[in-house]
Each structure stands twice: as C-alpha cells, then as structure tokens.
C-alpha cells in the first residue's frame, strides 16, 4: 500500500522557521523524483521544489528561493523541506509529491500557517 505522509505544519509568526517532512513508504522511493506543491485557498496549486532521486539536482520556486531548503533521506525514505524567513504569503496546504515517469503518488498535506 503506497502512502506519502506529511507532518510537520503549524503556525509560526512571520520571520520563523518551520520545516515539514514527508514519509513514504509502499514503494521504491530511492527511484522517484520528490517534489513539495503548496496550495493556499482560493488560488492555483504551485510546485514549490523538486529534487532528483540521489538527491544531487533541485530546483526552486523563484517565490521561495533562498529561504527554502529541499533534502532527502533516501535510508529513512524521507524528503524535507526547510523553511526559513517565513512570510504570511507561504500560509498553504504543503504536499508532498512522488513522481517517476507516468507514475504519481500524492499526500494529504499539513497545513502551514504563517501569522502573528
């Protein structure tokens, strides 16, 4: 059975930090590209950052760039992300996201809520 949870949200004021993990199991998850997507209400779901399978290659939103940090664990089947500088902009569901060709697998997020 593929699962994919995430945890880590909460509230934290404006300029905090916060970081969200996601654990998967039910796959080989050393093979899949990991991505984290947010989605605040009322607007498009955005992809926030990817990283490649060994971990060597990430990429960033240019809205989160040089705040958030994307890892992985591929012993502990784990990916992370960082978040750093936090802004009442980043308030979102954060979902984790494992990718490798057609095959998709989805979270069911953790809410991040940034405000003072």
């Known amino acids: 059975q593929v699962q994919l949870v995430e945890s880590g949200g909460g509230l934290v004021q404006p300029g905090g930090s916060l970081r969200v993990s996601c654990v998967a199991s039910g796959f080989t998850f050393s093979n899949y590209e990991m991505r984290w997507y947010r989605q605040a209400p009322g607007k498009e779901r955005e992809l926030v950052a990817n990283?490649?399978?060994?971990?060597?290659?990430?990429n960033y939103a240019d809205s989160v760039k040089g705040r958030f940090t994307i890892s992985r664990d591929n012993t502990k089947n784990t990916v992370y992300l960082q978040m750093n500088s936090l802004k009442p902009e980043d308030t979102a569901v954060y979902s984790c996201n494992a990718l490798w060709g057609w095959t998709r697998y989805w979270g069911q997020g953790t809410q991040v809520t940034v405000s003072s």
């Open positions: 990283i490649t399978p060994t971990g060597g290659n990430k």
